[in-house]
């Protein structure tokens, strides 16, 4: 329960924070970090997740932890 975090009111497993992220259902997901990124559209803490919408891909995603603002290393 320690990888826990609050995002957007709500507290969040690191599965969820993926699924936040993906838009959908995730297989896996690595702990939640937090990052020194600032969010681009309201200045909030974002916090950084890694994992896998599928068994060929790795993602690593971030979330704003106050608005809808995500982000991916996807091209
Ligand atoms: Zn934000």
Request: glycine share 8%.
């Amino acid at each position: 329960m320690a990888d826990n975090r609050v995002v957007q009111g709500r507290m969040v497993t690191p599965e969820a924070l993926a699924e936040l992220i993906e838009g959908e259902d995730v297989m896996d997901a690595e702990a939640i970090s937090e990052t020194d990124r600032e969010c681009p559209d309201c200045g909030g803490d974002v916090l950084e997740v890694g994992y896998m919408p599928s068994v060929t891909e790795f993602v690593t995603g971030w979330k704003c932890q106050d608005c809808d603002w995500a982000d991916t290393d996807r091209d």
